[in-house]
């Protein structure tokens, strides 16, 4: 029998709890650590709809990278919708796990997979915060090399790779060879991306006095897209799940989706 507890630990073996950022919540955040799990569910969010479909596959356990629970509540109650969330996890016994930062900055998580879905290679952390023990770099961003082309080209490259609705760009006027990636809102580490010598950096949730910083630098700014540019470690996350617990299903959402849409 595999239990909630059990599961935690493995997905803390991938992305230790230490790495989270000091704002962040990760971890069990409801739902009981001895429940028995048959079936598992992994999504992006914790969004009624993805608890709904939890509920419809018969999930013990839900496994997301955004976290449900952000900051401290004083009551859970239908009122609001992390409340009703909560309350629908909690009666129908299905677990919440989350990991997030700690899977932002953990090698093998949201960045390694967003630079492997870009076709990167020769990777190094954007912003290292430490090494983990076996004797590897973490923190959150990557950079990394890729064949050199026009920047039209390589707008379509994300597009395609993400499945992206649309980007926002600035252009820095230089042809792509050094990127850096930055799943999520990462518009504040362009300095990093400049370090590095990156000529083009790609991340989500940009400010416009961040496009116009890049592009005076000379760096192409590319928005992807939050769900986009984080989406792309829930297969490699349920794999993992799956390799490590064979006796156990494990589910990838079926109907999570950006909810951002492009006219």
Same mark, same amino acid.
């Given at each position: ?7 935690? =630990? ?6 230790? !709890? ?48 955004? &976290? ?15 409340? =009703? ?21 953990? /090698? ?19 912003? &290292? ?30 597009? !395609? ?50 496009? !116009? ?10 928005? !992807?897209?939050?769900? /986009? ?35």
């Amino acid at each position: 029998m595999r239990t909630v507890s059990e599961i935690m =630990r493995a997905l803390f073996e991938l992305a230790p !709890a230490d790495m989270q950022e000091d704002w962040d919540n990760v971890g069990l955040l409801c739902g009981r650590a001895g429940r028995e799990v048959r079936r598992i569910l992994v999504a992006l969010d914790p969004f009624p709809a993805v608890i709904e479909e939890a509920k419809a596959v018969g999930a013990e356990l839900l496994v997301t990278h955004h &976290p449900l629970i952000f900051s401290a509540r004083k009551s859970v109650q239908d009122g609001d919708v992390v409340g =009703r969330s909560l309350l629908t996890l909690i009666e129908s016994g299905i677990a919440a796990v989350n990991l997030h930062t700690n899977l932002d900055s953990a /090698p093998g998580g949201v960045n390694d997979c967003l630079a492997k879905a870009l076709g990167l290679t020769d990777l190094e952390v954007l912003a &290292p915060a430490g090494t983990d023990g076996q004797g590897r770099a973490y923190g959150i961003g990557r950079a990394g090399v890729t064949v050199p082309c026009p920047l039209p080209d390589f707008l379509a490259r994300v597009k !395609a790779a993400l499945g992206c609705g649309g980007l926002r760009y600035a252009d820095g006027g230089r042809e792509v060879r050094r990127v850096a990636v930055g799943g999520g809102a990462c518009g504040d580490m362009l300095a990093d991306a400049v370090r590095l010598g990156c000529d083009t950096f790609v991340t989500a949730d940009v400010k416009y006095n961040q496009f !116009a910083d890049a592009q005076a630098l000379g760096v192409s700014l590319i928005d !992807a897209g939050h769900f /986009p540019t984080e989406n792309v470690v829930c297969p490699s996350l349920a794999a993992y799940l799956a390799e490590m617990f064979p006796d156990v299903e494990v589910l990838l959402s079926k109907i999570h989706a950006d909810v951002v849409k492009f006219a």
